[in-house]
């Protein structure tokens, strides 16, 4: 619960100062770092794959919510 806090400031943050790219690349972090490390640990199973959606969901509604407070009244 605590990760997927910070995921979502983190995504807060991408949207409010970044466009697409980096929200992309911040997704492709946390995946190329959650599983090796449950693979290594030898924790990956379904429960696992449903916190990583958890977490990619997190991190996408941060950089939502960032991108609608970022917009100035009047832009498209």
């Known amino acids: 619960m605590i990760i997927a806090g910070i995921l979502f400031l983190a995504g807060l943050l991408i949207g409010l100062s970044r466009g697409y790219p980096a929200i992309i690349a911040a997704s492709a972090v946390v995946t190329l770092v959650a599983f090796p490390t449950w ?17 990619i969901f997190a991190l996408q509604a941060g950089f939502m919510l960032g991108g609608y407070l970022g917009l100035r009244e009047g832009e498209d």
């Open 39 to 55: 693979l290594i640990r030898g924790e990956l199973d379904l429960f696992r794959v449903l916190v990583w959606i958890g977490y």
